[in-house]
């Protein structure tokens, strides 16, 4: 008889809070112990932003910067992302910007002075989750915007391919919606390209354009007031 795949021990959902809104969840998330990659970052990363945002933003993971500061999106993807945000005309400070993973996962170089990120594995991923679905639920955004493929995953399974689905508004799947923020509000993820993948890109103009790009169809869903356009 085969052995049945054994389930990861990693979850964040017993740190989590039973009541409370963002701030009692940022609180319990800088205690979570539900996986190991709390034990070398420097501090939980939670959400920030607009508690009552129209637009989530999702990364993947804190980088270097945002582990130090314990904040998202503060080093150079963030300001790449906050460049694109304006072109494509959302603003940021009405937004709330988020990870899928809440840790700093890294490997180290030079003799352990340097961080190299390190994307986090499918465990991690799941073990943090409970935390991002949190999140949109207190927020209850119309619209969020899956930056890159983890953060991609995170939100529409492990299926999800960033370059055949990115740029198109795909119904938010039923378990991530709010029941409590209205009737049968539809909501939508807008996938694309993550911003440091734009920074690494060869072409990096190009890049950026679709980055751009897909980010018009989150801002245009917002504008129309009805993301569906019905
Ligand atoms: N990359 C991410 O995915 N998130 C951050 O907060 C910073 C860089």
């Known amino acids: 008889m085969k052995a049945q795949a054994e389930a990861s021990p990693y979850d964040a959902t017993p740190y989590l809070p039973r009541r409370g809104g963002l701030t009692a969840h940022r609180r319990a998330a800088a205690e979570c112990r539900g996986c190991p990659l709390f034990e070398n970052a420097t501090q939980t990363v939670f959400g920030q932003g607009d508690s009552s945002a129209r637009i989530v933003l999702v990364g993947e993971q804190p980088g270097d910067q945002e582990d130090k500061r314990g904040e998202p999106f503060v080093g150079p993807a963030g300001r790449l992302l906050g460049k694109a945000l304006d ?124 980055l751009l790009s897909d980010l018009k169809v989150a801002a245009k869903a917002l504008s129309d007031g009805d993301p569906s356009g019905t």
């Open 87 to 210: 072109e494509a005309g959302i603003d940021r400070d009405t937004a709330y910007v988020t990870n899928a993973v809440k840790h700093f996962k890294f490997t180290t170089a030079g003799g352990g002075k340097r961080r190299i990120h390190k994307a986090p594995d499918l465990r991690e991923m799941t073990a943090c989750r409970p935390w991002l679905l949190a999140e949109l639920r207190l927020v209850a955004p119309e619209v969020v915007v899956a930056l890159g493929a983890t953060a991609g995953k995170a939100l529409l399974g492990s299926s999800f391919r960033v370059t055949k689905e990115r740029g198109t508004l795909i119904p938010m799947p039923e378990e991530d919606e709010n029941p409590a923020s209205g009737e049968d509000a539809q909501r939508y993820v807008v996938a694309t390209l993550h911003p440091s993948a734009v920074l690494r890109a060869d072409d990096r103009e190009a890049a950026y354009a679709g």
